[in-house]
């Protein structure tokens, strides 16, 4: 039998001796480290191990920060972290970051770049940024190639002295998966929160507002948008090619162009949201086999606009109230909505002689007196006159006078909401 040399049997030793010490390592608690003003933070997330707290006392730190490591980073009494206008103000490449209570600003202001108040970059997976104010960023933070990140509870502001085509987004997601962004409050970037090629999110409790979108949002599937807040901006929610999207309890209000734009949209559940005091409150482009229930549109100088195909589509029990115009319809025949259940038109002119609610003749809404409204605008002083009544009535028994139109065969007689006047004036200032 052959000795076994010296040297393993140390190699062995050695190695039995350093188990129990990684194992001790392993299960060591995560040390907390405390920065104060005038030292360095950049120094001690270069001392910190996997796991570590790193705490910051209250000042100003101008410093360019890049975390590759998992740890958290939070602020005690609000500091703030200044980039100086140069690159990101951090940077995050690392997996299990937390990031909160901080004040981060002024990142450079290089497009090209994507300069942002935190980046956080592939590898950033399940990095949570929270109870943050990220202020005069080009984007407030940009999110690539990551999984199960969580923005909660921050407040983002842009350049607000920069032209809006030369601002950044406030939340920008690229290809992600599982990104929740809820209870943020985002104004005066370019775009509020834009989502590219990003699935299975949850968009909630966002207050949207001052900007060009509040959303704008493509190349996206199974997400949810839900309880957002969306007003005085260019447009509101914009969902452009994308399908599968819950769209829910969203108050979208005052934007000067749309409220809720569908575009190239299939197979989405579009629910009990108010679209409110915009220039168009609906606007529909190509969107096939969506449901559209329980909204409120109303007071809109355009309730819907529909074009460009759009079929298919189950439409009930939604009010349409005091818009303008109720529907701006662009087709070659006519669009059924409200099969089942009916919605309510508050200028319909039939009546209910049997008392089940619903009206006794269907609801056209584009007629002969729309036509000739979009002809010529001033008409709309008399859209109330009796003289424009019997027209429209006239309208309706002379079918070579008649446009293709969207038609609701049993109107709802009442609106199903009974809070809609609270909706009522919400206009982008000097729109009317």
């Known amino acids: 039998m052959r000795a076994i040399p010296a040297a393993r049997i140390r190699t062995f030793w050695h190695a039995l001796v350093a188990v129990p010490a990684l194992l001790c390592a392993a299960q060591a608690p995560a040390a907390t480290l405390t920065v ?22 209250r000042g100003m730190y101008a410093e360019n920060l890049q ?24 940077s995050v490449t690392s997996p299990d970051v937390v990031i ?5 600003r002024d990142s450079g202001d290089d497009l090209g770049a994507q300069n942002a108040g935190i980046y956080l970059r592939p590898g950033s997976d399940r990095a949570v940024v929270r109870n943050c104010d990220l202020t005069y960023n080009l984007f407030g933070l940009w999110i690539e190639k990551v999984k199960d990140v969580r923005i ?13 085509a030369s601002r950044g987004n406030g939340i920008q997601l690229y290809n992600t998966t599982g990104a929740q962004i809820i209870g943020n409050r985002v104004s005066f970037v370019r775009d509020a929160i834009y989502v590219d090629v990003s699935h299975h999110a949850v968009f909630r409790g966002n207050r949207l507002h001052h900007s060009r979108y509040g959303t704008h949002y493509m190349n996206s599937y199974y997400n949810l948008w839900e309880d957002n807040q969306v007003y005085l901006n260019r447009g509101g929610l914009a969902l452009m090619e994308v399908r599968d999207q819950t769209v829910r309890n969203n108050r979208a209000w005052g934007n000067s162009d749309h409220g809720i734009m569908l575009r190239t949209i299939q197979d989405s559940v579009i629910e009990n949201n108010v679209v409110a005091g915009n220039n168009r409150g609906f606007f529909i482009y190509d969107a096939e ?3 559209l229930s329980g909204n409120q549109v109303i007071d809109n100088t355009v309730g819907v606009h529909l074009s460009a195909g759009s079929k ?14 109720q529907v701006r319809y662009v087709g070659t025949k006519d669009e059924l909505w409200g099969i089942k259940d009916g919605n309510h038109w508050s200028n319909y002119l039939g009546w209910d002689r049997n ?41 309706q028994q002379f079918p070579l006078l008649r446009a293709p139109s969207v038609v609701d065969p049993k109107p709802r007689m009442l609106p199903k909401n009974e809070n809609w006047r609270e909706w009522l004036g919400r206009y982008f200032p000097g729109s009317r």
């Open 36 to 57: 104060v003003r005038g030292e360095s933070i950049r120094a001690a997330i270069e001392r910190a191990a996997p796991g570590d707290v790193i705490e910051v006392a």
């Open 67 to 90: 975390i590759a490591k998992p740890l958290t980073l939070r602020g005690i009494n609000r500091p703030t972290i200044s980039g100086s206008q140069k690159g990101d103000t951090i």
């Open 100 to 104: 909160e209570g901080l004040i981060v």
């Open 152 to 164: 909660e509870n921050n407040i983002i502001t842009g350049k607000r002295d920069y032209r809006s």
């Open 289 to 291: 086999y969506n449901t």
């Open 312 to 325: 298919n589509n189950k439409v009930e029990d939604n009010d349409f109230i005091s818009n303008r115009e």
């Open 355 to 395: 008392g089940d609610g619903l009206g006794d003749i269907p609801y056209e809404a584009n007629d002969i007196v729309d036509r000739l409204s979009w002809q010529h605008p001033m008409l709309k002083l008399l859209l109330a006159s009796p003289a424009i009544q019997t027209l429209r009535l006239v309208g």
